[in-house]
């Protein structure tokens, strides 16, 4: 894909805007049928939490996953079959991915390994991060779906690493496409009808 073809995609959905406390929320729905939400902050014109639901070749409803954004619980502790949802070991590593102005971030909680025990590289040919422990305790190959729109590689010096409180902070810097292509979504945003100003999220990314 391209900065372009996302673009396009953007303006070829149906889309609709609602309000829902200090976030406005989008859905979208492309020509293909698959689904996408998102939940941008209106104080800062940042995304929370983006979702897909994509259409499935075979029978069977297609469920919501997440892109990036913190989890919403469960309300129900059981599933559609009645069968109660697998969870995984709080002692296990999880990743949270979130968006800033100026960077993307993954938070690796559950590894309490020191920092020089951890490698994280920019993989150009699977377009993604890959991270290492020394002690071989810990592997994962993290996509960067926002590069992958913008048709670029993943770069090292981009990179930054942080750890604290046994998690593993990853940052990675937003190349400049990438940020105008964030607001080029917000101003096709601003056609939606809304009960609020697009011109709010506008200005809170761009730092006005």
């Known amino acids: 894909m391209s900065y372009e073809n ?4 953007i303006k070829s959905a149906e889309k609709a805007s609602f309000l829902s406390g200090k976030n406005r929320k989008i859905h979208y ?13 209106m104080e800062t ?23 990036l954004g913190e989890p919403i619980p469960d309300q129900d502790p059981r599933n559609q079959t009645g ?21 993307i971030e993954w938070r690796i909680r559950n590894l309490p390994y020191p920092i020089d025990n951890y490698s994280v590289t920019a993989d150009v040919e699977k377009k993604a991060l890959v991270v290492r422990t020394v002690n071989k ?24 690493l942080h750890h604290q409180y046994n998690t593993l902070i990853i940052t990675y810097k937003k190349p400049e ?8 979504t917000l101003k096709i945003l ?3 009808e809304t009960e609020t100003n697009m011109d709010d999220l506008l200005q809170g990314l761009l730092g006005k």
């Not at 496409?177 to 080029?184: A, D, G, Q, T």
């Open 29 to 41: 729905k492309f020509p293909n049928s698959d689904e996408m939400a998102e939940e941008y902050s």
């Open 190 to 192: 601003k056609t939606v």
């Open 177 to 184: 496409l990438l940020v105008e292509m964030e607001v080029e």
């Open 83 to 103: 069968e109660e949802l697998i969870k995984e070991s709080n002692s296990q590593p999880s990743i949270i991915k979130r968006l800033t102005r100026k960077n």
């Open 6 to 9: 996302w673009i396009n995609l």
């Open 45 to 67: 014109g940042v995304i929370q939490r983006r979702a897909w639901k994509k259409r499935k070749q075979l029978m069977g409803d297609a469920s919501w996953e997440l892109e």
């Open 137 to 160: 305790k810990y592997y994962k190959v993290i996509e960067i779906p926002e590069l992958i729109r913008c048709g670029l590689a993943p770069e090292q010096s981009l990179i930054s």
